[in-house]
T-cell receptor, first 113, second 113 residues
Framework: GEKVEQHESTLSVREGDSAVINCTYT??????FPWYKQEAGKSLHFVID?????DRKQSQRLIVLLDKKAKRFSLHITATQPEDSAIYFC????????????FGLGTRVSVFP | GGIITQTPKFLIGQEGQKLTLKCQQN?????MYWYRQDSGKGLRLIYY???????QKGDLSEGYDASREKKSSFSLTVTSAQKNEMAVFLC????????????FGPGTRLTVL
């Protein structure tokens, strides 16, 4: 089955700088790559996703890059703010009907002043 | 908008006990999921269901049963709780065929004594 590796377990960034989280996957059939955020004491909520028909997607301060050849995707949080502090999970699934997601282990992002 | 509710919020059981967790959603979503979140192991898929009375096993289904009695509810049963087990069980739902964003409930925290 699919395996998703999230390369950074923790990330500490100064407010206003960018944070980058990198993930790799193993299943060449995977074509959907969402990111979820989990704030302290709360459940996960969706932040952004990318499908395999594009290699870049931006939503406000979030940019996702996808390199299918390297089976790698990344989340860039630009101009970080204190409210960006959370655990971020990358995930992958195949693009056929409904599938559960395979998650990475999460990256704890801390934004300091 | 909609909401996912999970009951109970906290569940304390004894070794060998059968324990049931419940999830309800009012998004009118077709697909529902159960994930287990362990510290240091990320989220792992236990079961999912693409419609009422459908069940699909995830990577972690051994030791669990699930039931999708109606579209809005999805139950998970721990068939025999393991001593010292501690985890958070997250229920999610998504609108099949319209994109794959999953909406997560607040979780049930299980402790086995």
């Amino acid at each position: 089955g699919e395996k998703v590796e999230q390369h950074e377990s923790t990330l500490s960034v100064r407010e206003g700088d960018s944070a980058v989280i990198n993930c790799t996957y193993t299943d060449t059939a995977s074509s959907y790559f969402p990111w979820y955020k989990q704030e302290a004491g709360k459940s996960l909520h969706f932040v952004i996703d990318i499908r395999s028909n594009v290699d870049r997607k931006q939503s406000q301060r979030l940019i996702v890059l996808l390199d299918k050849k390297a089976k790698r995707f990344s989340l860039h949080i630009t101009a970080t703010q204190p409210e960006d502090s959370a655990i971020y999970f990358c995930a992958a699934s195949r693009d056929n009907y409904a599938q559960g997601l395979t998650f990475g282990l999460g990256t704890r992002v801390s934004v300091f002043p | 908008g909609g909401i996912i509710t999970q009951t109970p919020k906290f569940l304390i059981g004894q070794e060998g006990q059968k324990l049931t967790l419940k999830c309800q959603q009012n998004f009118n979503h077709d697909t529902m999921y159960w994930y287990r979140q362990d510290s240091g192991k990320g989220l792992r898929l236990i079961y999912y269901s693409i419609t009422e009375n459908d069940l699909q096993k995830g990577d972690l289904s051994e030791g669990y049963d699930a039931s999708r009695e109606k579209k809005s509810s999805f139950s998970l049963t721990v068939t025999s709780a393991q001593k010292n087990e501690m985890a958070v069980f997250l229920c999610a739902s998504s609108p099949t065929g319209q994109g794959y964003e999953q909406y997560f409930g607040p979780g049930t925290r299980l402790t086995v004594l």
